[in-house]
């Protein structure tokens, strides 16, 4: 027994005579990297799959209806839209806030949408009727493909939680707005989603003094 131990410490020795466990060293991995280096693809699409519709499923059982669950929804994803500007930021602090409404759209239409989903969202569009609205679309939302809603709930749309998000970048970065999810069907995208924003009457009083100088 004894020369077992004996031998076992010797090989311990030579490779740094130190034993880290393996959930040790995965722990020290993620605590030593860099938060300002974005890196790609670490969340499995499965997972978050699996994730998001459990989350849907929870909130389901506290929520008495469609316009309910799409406020749950939307408030989860306001908290993850919070934290998720701060991190943005941090990574890029050489930069200056940018005062004008076009600007801060193009960079969710792009950044944001590129940080969540690995690539920008399909189209940014001005309502024809109202100038306040502006419409962020995509064509395959990630968040709503492995959902299966049952046809009494058929005007549900799970983007609300990407909604959720796109509010509270706007809100951090002083465009409050109110951001919703619609289902906007077109040839080829039956479930394309057109997140709706619709901007407080300061922000585009703004706009117009911006504009005039």
């Not at 131990?5 to 993620?30: C, K």
């Not at 299966?148 to 909604?163: D, R, W």
Request: avoid cysteine; glycine fraction near 8%; charge should be positive.
């Amino acid at each position: 027994m004894q020369q077992a131990l004996s031998g076992m410490n010797s090989r311990l020795s030579s490779i740094g005579g130190s034993v880290v466990g393996a959930g040790d060293a995965r722990t020290r991995a993620q605590l030593d990297r860099s938060i300002t280096r974005p890196r790609v693809g670490e969340v499995s699409l499965s997972a978050f799959a699996f994730l998001f519709s459990e989350l849907v499923q929870y909130s389901q059982k506290h929520v008495k209806g469609i316009q309910d669950l799409e406020k749950r929804l939307n408030l989860v994803g306001y908290r993850v839209g919070q934290r998720l500007l701060e991190l943005l930021v941090f990574r890029d602090r050489g930069s200056k806030r940018d005062v004008k409404l076009l600007n801060a759209l193009l960079f969710i239409n792009t950044n944001v949408w590129k940080a969540l989903f690995g690539k920008p969202a399909d189209s940014l569009e001005k309502s024809s009727e109202h100038d306040d609205e502006y419409m962020i679309s995509d064509n395959d939302l990630v968040v709503n493909r492995y959902i299966s809603i049952p046809k009494e709930m058929a005007q549900l749309n799970t983007g609300a939680f990407v909604a959720g998000i796109v509010e509270a970048m706007l809100d951090g970065s002083g465009f409050p707005a109110r951001v919703t999810a619609h289902t906007v069907p077109v040839a080829g995208f039956p479930f394309r989603t057109t997140i709706l924003i619709k901007f407080d009457a300061k922000v585009m009083e703004r706009e117009k003094r911006l504009a005039d100088k």
